[in-house]
């Protein structure tokens, strides 16, 4: 919410003070100066999804600290991403247009939305800030339009090639690891009769935590982003009292799983099965391990981490700001016998969407980009603003507002004070965890301590993934790298565990400690020097 000052002038006439002297005194005039303090609180309202219109100051009732307060003031602000009028463009109020591209496909449907938003959305005065992958680019739209035009374009066609670079690179290691695999199933089945595969328990826990680990590299650095992100892109609009848009084009990723009904699934299938009735507590250990690796992959892939989500979002209630969303279907096309491709749901697209959705936007999934263009240009973007005076002006408490209808659902900011976002960001940064990992040694036996893990919502418990790696101080090389998902007890965020190196011959070794919080992505890495006799 903001502040805002209205001046007023209560003028006391205190007209004719008679008093028994002889003299008579002159009229005074006393001038009394008082600031009248309004705050102005924005308020989304939504109907089955959809934003509600024709609601008037009677349909709102505003509580501050619990007490009803009287609405000094109320506002309807409507607006379309596209302006219809006869007035010329030059006289028109610049706007901010903030263009945000995760694509890793450039096709002509691009150009042809550019071309589109250039040609029919922007004017004269507009300004455009191109955010993609770590490239920023702002412009001022004047007469200019090609050069700018041209610009995008060629960083887009640039860094969307880069970024199918890498993004390949992940899926060949992924496709290489599982052929690889299958050809070891294959080599290692009896000669007689094709009968169950001999590959041990170790090798298929290998295979599927390398896979793991491979997919949680490639989500950390391209599909995720930490919270301060969000929280100092909130700080930037409130700076911006214009008009906002925010139009994201982000492509929908493919990633190789292993196919359903496939040689290897059912070899693992199989397995397990065999390994739960054997009846051995060792090998129904394995069975557990293994069935929690599938079970991990699933949801990695299909369970995105939206652990701040619920923290930042409130930052852009206020900020009057639109987002419109333009997923594009992924155009991964390569064919395997055990290998299908599935579209991943990631934490970017997820945050996408919450902040489409709380600040009046539109989702669109579709490869026609300039048609999707095409149906938010006719959408309605509508806010209804509030004011009222609150008790104390230097401390204005929590708001809550309530409308007469029950089926309504609204989006506000509750904070109370003029810089909120400043101070909400601080207050983000002492409640969210920090994760703080150690590591000691007691003879050959590895002790790793984890603390500052952030609880599930809803399960009250952490999950943390940890990767040690131990390399031969002489020969440089690697000797050792395991790694593994953990849970924490409920109402932990604490975690320890321990690791045996019998197998590692005397000498000097460095390991190096990863952790990772999965709730919230926060990376630790610690070293630790042991020597064996």
């Not at 950390?220 to 992100?229: I, P």
């Not at 700076?239 to 799983?257: A, N, T």
């Not at 460095?510 to 020097?529: H, P």
């Amino acid at each position: 919410m903001k502040v805002q000052m209205r001046s007023g002038m209560i003028m006391l006439l205190l007209l004719g003070v008679f008093l028994p002297a002889p003299a008579q005194q002159e009229d005074k005039q006393v001038v009394e100066q008082m600031e009248i303090i309004n705050v102005r609180v924005p308020v989304r309202v939504y109907l089955e999804g959809k934003p509600a219109r024709g609601l008037t100051i009677d349909d709102f009732t505003l509580y501050e600290n619990g007490r009803e307060k009287r609405l000094t003031g109320f506002d309807v602000v409507s607006r379309k991403i596209k302006v219809t009028t006869d007035a010329p463009a030059e006289s028109l109020p610049s706007r901010l247009f903030v263009l945000v591209f995760k694509i890793t496909d450039i096709n002509p449907k691009v150009d042809e939305a550019l071309d589109y938003l250039f040609k029919d959305i922007f004017h004269r005065g507009d300004e455009i800030l191109v955010f993609f992958n770590d490239v920023t680019r702002q412009f001022v739209y004047q007469d200019n339009r090609q050069a700018i035009y041209d610009e995008i374009y060629g960083t887009i066609k640039k860094e969307s090639t880069r970024a199918r670079q890498v993004a390949l690179q992940y899926i060949q290691k992924i496709d290489l690891l599982i052929m690889k695999f299958k050809r070891l199933l294959q080599a290692s089945e009896y000669q007689s009769g094709g009968g169950r595969v001999s590959v041990n328990q170790n090798e298929m826990i290998s295979f599927l935590r390398e896979y793991l680990q491979i997919w949680d590299e490639y989500k950390r650095r391209y599909l995720t982003h930490n919270w301060e992100l969000y929280a100092n892109f909130a700080k930037f609009l409130e700076k911006e009292e214009r008009e906002k848009w925010v139009l994201d084009f982000f492509q929908i990723e493919s990633f190789p799983r292993i196919k359903e009904n496939s040689y290897i699934q059912r070899v693992l299938t199989q397995r397990i099965a065999d390994y739960e009735a054997s009846g051995d507590p060792k090998f129904q250990a394995f069975a557990r391990i293994l069935r929690k690796l599938l079970q991990d992959i699933d949801e990695e892939m299909n369970v995105p981490n939206t652990y701040f989500l619920e923290k930042v979002t409130p930052l852009y209630y206020n900020l009057e700001v639109t987002f419109h969303s333009f997923f594009i279907p992924s155009t991964q096309k390569r064919y395997y016998r055990d290998i299908a491709y599935q579209n991943i749901t990631s934490q970017i697209e997820s945050a996408l969407r919450e902040l489409t959705r709380v600040t009046g936007g539109e989702v669109l999934v579709s490869g026609k980009l300039k048609e999707s263009i095409q149906k938010v240009e006719e959408l309605e973007d509508i806010m209804y603003v509030l004011f009222f005076s609150p008790d104390d002006p230097k401390n204005i408490g929590k708001i809550k507002i309530k409308t007469a209808d029950s089926r309504y659902t609204l989006a506000y900011d509750r904070k109370r004070n003029k810089d909120y976002i400043s101070e909400y960001i601080t207050e983000l940064s002492q409640q969210m965890p920090s994760l703080k990992i150690d590591g000691r040694f007691q003879g050959r036996t590895l002790t790793v301590n984890l603390s500052g893990v952030a609880l599930n919502q809803n399960t009250q418990t952490g999950r943390v993934g940890i990767l040690i790696q131990a390399f031969d101080d002489q020969t440089r090389k690697e000797v050792f790298k395991a790694g593994k998902a953990f849970d924490t007890k409920k109402g932990l965020d604490q975690f320890s565990v321990s690791l045996g190196f019998n197998q590692l011959e005397a000498g000097s070794y460095t390991f190096v400690i990863s952790a990772q919080d999965l709730n919230t992505q926060e990376k630790e890495r610690i070293q630790v020097k042991a020597t064996f006799q």
